[in-house]
């Protein structure tokens, strides 16, 4: 039983899978029509359903290991069957997950890219096309902070259901959805701790459909980051996808959550600039959201970097898997026969990643 489980999960993770049929048969039908079930339940509570059930796994799984060596005989022959036996059991749960995870919501993850299913043509995009949009965040967040800041408290995060909830609606009907996905509550969790020293804003839980939060973020980052959240929620599992589809909610709503889209979006845009132009872009900022800009790189700095990167390795590898099926095995393939110029690739990429953490902070600070 247990290799019949490990074998179908091998088979789903491998086997190809047309992403029409995935868009038409699964996101956009299957998909939609248990988490209109799923989602409002687990709303229901007010603390994250995923908690409680990790917690319970992870000392069942626990337990029965204890158990299971406890009850193996004296001999190292009867202590080794046991140990396998029990590796293979753990491998069957964790098969039996991925199963799970894959129809209740991991298959999104093959459905058509947005890109061809929208107005896209990637000649539009260009240098001057960039400097123009960052030009305009710009003018848009000093135009919508006083309106913004003064419609009263931020939202909490149990208010934004009912605050951008009919945006969400809205935004998945014109990108196409018959059946919109349900806005799901916010919620706190156990997490929270190591969300702020990876530098993690929030998540999906893929087992109960529900949006945990980091609830350390700043006010005025919080309409965002649902939008993203229920953006994944909506079936789009690629990040930059749901990035895409979180602004297009917060535009779509008031003042506030507006201001929230504009702070995402012109820091994304204002970086991929060479330096002189972002300079020249960062001073037409006044000074209510540089100050917004400020607490923000502040707060990102709290993250711990050697806990963020232990958390990319977690949350990249279907990226990297992806970029790898693109370009041909990645470098790995390329070096499997040369492990000195893999060394070296590796050092470099070391080398680069710690220049990039560099280059970061100093763009953090270049705002301030």
């Known amino acids: 039983m247990a290799m019949s489980v490990i074998a179908a999960a091998v088979v789903a993770g491998l086997a190809p899978t047309p992403a029409p049929w995935v868009e038409h048969a699964y996101s956009r039908q299957w998909y939609l029509v248990w ?171 893929p087992f109960s459909l529900e949006v945990l939060v980091n609830g350390t973020v700043l006010p005025f980052e919080r309409p965002f980051l649902v939008a993203h959240e229920w953006s994944h929620l909506a079936g789009y599992a690629n990040e930059s996808e749901a990035s895409f589809v979180g602004v297009l909610i917060c535009l779509a709503g008031g003042a506030q959550s507006r201001y929230s889209a504009w702070l995402y979006l012109s820091s994304q845009l204002v970086r991929h600039l060479p330096a002189d132009a972002r300079d020249r872009v960062w001073s037409g900022l006044a000074d209510g959201p540089r100050a917004d800009l400020r607490a923000l790189a502040a707060r990102r700095r709290q993250a711990v970097p050697v806990v963020r ?27 499997r026969r040369n492990p000195r110029v893999a060394r070296a690739g590796r050092s470099d990429r070391r080398a ?4 990039a953490a560099s280059v970061a902070t100093t763009r953090d600070v270049a705002v301030i």
């Open 35 to 205: 988490q209109n079930v799923v989602t409002p339940v687990s709303s229901l509570s007010g603390f994250s359903l995923l908690d409680p059930a990790a917690v319970i796994g992870v000392l069942g799984i626990g337990a029965g290991w204890w158990r299971g060596l406890r009850r193996a005989g004296a001999t190292w022959r009867e202590r080794t069957a046991a140990v396998a036996r029990l590796t293979l059991h753990t491998a069957a749960v964790a098969a039996a997950l991925y199963l799970v995870f894959l129809a209740m919501w991991g298959l999104n993850y093959r459905r058509e890219p947005l890109t061809a299913k929208l107005d896209y043509d990637a000649a539009r995009i260009s240098s001057a096309s960039l400097a123009s949009l960052a030009g305009e965040s710009v003018d848009r967040l000093n135009a919508l902070h006083a309106p913004a800041h003064g419609a009263g408290p931020w939202p909490a995060f149990e208010d934004l259901p009912e605050r951008l909830g009919p945006a969400f609606d809205r935004v998945q009907r014109r990108l196409g959805a018959g059946r919109p996905a349900a806005a799901g509550r916010p919620k706190a969790t156990l997490l929270t701790a190591y969300f702020r020293r990876a530098g993690i804003d929030g998540m999906l839980s």
């Open 309 to 335: 990167r232990s958390a990319n390795r977690v949350f990249e590898p279907r990226r990297s898997r992806n970029r790898q099926l693109r370009t041909g095995g990645g470098s790995a393939a390329r070096h």
């Open 352 to 355: 680069r990643r710690r220049r």
